[in-house]
């Protein structure tokens, strides 16, 4: 007995009902790490995101672009395609990562991408716009006279979709033939500067407003102070004197009388319909896309013209911007003076 090993010896019988138990270290959970590292990659996202778009993109002489054929013949005249969709706010529409380049700045760096290139011959622009602010209308429709007088044959040619409305037919204003469609409306020349005034509502529910101010005249339009005749005289003689530089830019712009304006009251706000527009010379022909087109090759002289898209997206930043979904958050209504139509105002 001595002889025989202990694992030679039999093993005693199992018990009835037994069962063997095996212990099995716990495996880690790596699940809260992950969400933890997807965290980390979309904060990175989002400030890299909010560097490069957060704000305007610097000006830029020679802006990169990207260009493909819309319409034509690819070796004929070059005409570039451009589009001026929505208000002309200077707010970056929201992303998933952040915000795109805006609509001003990435038009005008559209323009100014054309302007700089010799080959372009003409721009044609698709305006679908009831305005926005004043600076943002007058910075695009004066990049556009740029463009004309960068080289003395280079015209435009603007193509209305639902609506030029205020700011959209100030930029329109810069084209030497508007096309707009039966359906468009255009006009509402004028000026809009929007304020509210809760001071009788602050009265009833115990709201004081304790601003401290440099002078009387600083807190213009305060919204918890009683409506000041002299606050809203100095801001009306703004509003008029930016209302004229409209209206004289319009009526340069369509060769039109100013007797003849008054008369039948053509820019006092109202908007019109596309008909009435070219009875009074506001726009120069009712028709289509193809119609906008055949008048970019008849001011052209040529019928072998490359319609081609322009498209800036913005530096670095719209490496995430481009490639992640809009979130369509509302846009809050820029405060100050506005070439706007909206029938909310």
Request: charged content about 20%; hydrophobic content about 40%.
């Amino acid at each position: 007995m001595d002889n025989i090993s202990e694992q030679s010896l039999p093993s005693p019988p199992l018990p009835e009902h037994y069962e063997e138990v095996v212990y099995k270290p716990k495996k880690k959970r790596r699940w809260p790490w992950v969400i933890l590292g997807i965290s980390l990659l979309l904060n990175m996202a989002t400030c890299t995101s909010a560097l490069f778009n957060s704000v305007s993109y610097p000006e830029e002489e020679y802006p990169l672009v990207n260009e493909r054929l819309a319409w034509g013949e690819a070796h004929g005249t070059k005409v570039a395609l451009l589009r001026l969709s929505g208000a002309i706010f200077p707010e970056s529409p929201s992303t998933l990562f952040g915000a795109q380049v805006d609509p001003v700045t990435k038009l005008l760096s559209e323009i100014q991408a054309v302007t700089m290139d010799e080959e372009v011959r003409a721009i044609l622009i698709e305006i679908d716009s009831p305005g926005g602010t004043v600076t943002g209308s007058d910075q695009i429709y004066r990049a556009l006279l740029q463009f004309k007088e960068s080289s003395p044959d280079r015209i435009i040619v603007a193509r209305v979709g639902s609506m030029a409305a205020s700011g959209g037919y100030y930029v329109a204003m810069a084209a030497d033939h508007i096309v707009a469609e039966p359906t468009s409306m255009v006009g509402s020349v004028g000026v809009i500067l929007s304020a509210m005034n809760f001071h009788e509502l602050g009265k009833k529910i115990g709201v004081d407003d304790v601003s401290l101010t440099s002078g009387e005249n600083k807190a213009l339009l305060s919204p918890f102070d009683p409506p000041n005749q002299g606050h809203q005289k100095i801001l009306q003689d703004i509003v008029d004197e930016l209302y004229r530089q409209f209206r004289a830019i319009v009526i340069e712009g369509r060769d039109l009388d100013e007797a003849y304006v008054n008369e039948h009251q053509l820019l006092d706000g109202r908007l019109i319909t596309a008909q009435e527009a070219l009875e009074h010379g506001l726009v120069d022909e009712i028709g289509l896309a193809q119609d906008a087109r055949a008048s970019v090759e008849r001011l052209l002289k040529t019928d072998q013209v490359a319609f081609t898209l322009t498209d800036y997206t913005g530096g670095w930043g719209s490496l995430f911007a481009v490639r992640s979904p809009e979130l369509g958050l509302p846009q809050a209504m820029p405060k100050g003076f506005l070439y706007y139509w909206s029938p909310a105002l």
